[in-house]
């Protein structure tokens, strides 16, 4: 005999376990649902209940649940509301927002989404036929329209989820005994959603793959904690060391050391050729440079800590730049001889982006330890020096195919893997004597 919820009274179980099991998820809606049709009644008589992920203003953090909603099968399943005159709200929960219409082809915002029907048939996870269909009203073109990750959903799933789905989500039922007509979702429909997000997975690629091309970062952005959980499980619990520096406002509010070793998921996107962050965030990849000396170096910006990234910190900011980071700019060292930005350390502030803390690993996915990165940054910063002072000397009355020779003979002779080696074994000697005994044993990257 089936088990049901005595507060929601809309889940069904087949005994006490299989209710605890749920129980995590259950308790997303319970509440709300036990409540929601009181509050807000039926708006008309072909309204139904259905369950709302939507797309959030860029940079807020994803809902802990969805929205319970009611929609209209009569009106296109537009979520509909009776408002206080007594009239009906339709609102087309598939709207494309201002940020997606900014990265696809240009369209008119009022023009109607294409939708389509992804039936759900079956529990995917526990292997039996439902006796009706739970549906996923979503846009047709979810993977090449510039749809935005549904981070909701992510939220909702966590570390269950397999693929990534765009754009905003509806979840209804329809009827048993009518297919073309719809009825007011159940938890249990929701369970059967939950199920099916954990084992469903698109034959182009999961979860990893859209982890790993950087499609995730607003989820880096509001939620760091769950981003680093999605990327370690995803990475099967394989890392590799790496380093972050800190900067200035991470060492001020924080108290934190300016270098830290960093265990890094293997599906990091740090270690993906595709950019693809859409400009919110620079990542300028392996750098020239450092191939120069042989420890291929892939840098990337990671966002500024929230604790101290807000208005309480505002006042501050006028006065000095907590996002400086002073050893960072020295890792990318502009390489380009026919360039002006020649033999120029890297400011990080590109197209108004900010520096912030990084994130380095080397490229060929050996370890790297907070002393070697340190070292190498030290090296890159006394090249600048020496390059900074011999332009004159050298480069001055030089232009055309005889300066960008010069540039490059001068680039030769002072960056190689040479002239690090033993850069590195005089820095690791004056550490030692300086009483740092833990440079002692520190091997050459």
């Known amino acids: 005999r089936a088990t049901i919820c005595s507060a929601c009274k809309s889940a069904y179980y087949c005994g006490a376990e299989c209710q605890r099991n749920d129980w995590r998820s259950h308790k997303l809606l319970c509440k709300d649902f036990a409540t929601f049709v009181k509050a807000s009644p039926r708006p008309c008589p072909t309204a139904m209940l259905a369950l709302y992920l939507p797309i959030l203003p860029y940079g807020q953090k994803g809902l802990a649940a969805p929205k319970i909603v009611w929609i209209d099968p009569e009106h296109e399943m537009h979520i509909v509301d009776r408002k206080p005159d007594d009239t009906l709200e339709y609102i087309d929960p598939l709207k494309h927002d201002p940020i997606e219409a900014k990265f696809t082809q240009p369209r008119n915002m009022s023009t109607p989404v294409n939708a389509r029907e992804f039936d759900i048939n079956r529990n995917y996870l526990k292997k039996f036929k439902l006796m009706y269909p739970v549906v996923l009203h979503l846009r047709d073109a979810f993977n090449f329209d510039g749809s935005r990750p549904n981070i909701t959903l992510v939220e909702v799933t966590r570390e269950q989820l397999r693929m990534q789905w765009k754009g905003p989500l509806v979840v209804y039922s329809k009827d048993a005994f009518h297919s073309s007509a719809c009825q007011d979702i159940t938890l249990s429909d929701f369970r059967t959603f939950l199920d099916f997000c954990k084992k469903y997975e698109a034959s182009d690629g999961g979860l990893s793959d859209s ?94 800590d929230k604790v101290w990234n807000n208005s309480t910190f505002h006042f501050f900011l006028r ?45 060929d996915k050996l370890a790297i330890t907070v002393r070697q990165v340190e070292a190498v940054a030290a090296f890159f910063k006394s090249v600048f020096e020496t390059l900074d002072r011999q332009k004159l000397v050298q480069l001055g009355g030089l232009s055309g195919p005889p300066l960008h020779a010069a540039r490059g003979n001068l680039m030769g002779a002072n960056v190689s893997r040479a002239r690090f080696v033993q850069f590195f074994t005089n820095f690791r000697n004056q550490k030692v004597q300086g009483g740092d005994t833990t440079w002692a044993n520190e091997g050459l990257p």
């Open 211 to 304: 982890l790993r091309t950087n499609n995730y970062i607003e989820l880096e952005l509001t939620n760091p904690g769950l981003f680093n959980s999605l990327l370690l499980h995803n990475s099967a619990n394989q890392t590799i060391r790496g380093v972050e520096i800190t900067c200035e406002g991470d060492r001020h509010f924080l108290a934190t050391e300016q270098f830290l070793s960093v265990d890094v998921p293997v599906v990091h996107p740090i270690f993906d050729d595709v950019n693809n962050d859409n400009g919110y965030i620079a990542g300028f990849g392996a750098t020239e440079v450092s191939r120069m000396i042989q420890v291929p170096l892939l840098v990337r910006r990671l966002f500024p």
């Open 319 to 363: 006065y000095q730049n907590w996002y400086s980071n002073s050893v960072a700019q020295y890792l990318n060292l502009n390489t380009d001889i026919t360039s002006t930005e020649w033999g120029c350390r890297d400011p990080g502030y590109n197209s108004g982006q900010i520096y912030s803390r990084v994130l380095v690993v080397r490229e």
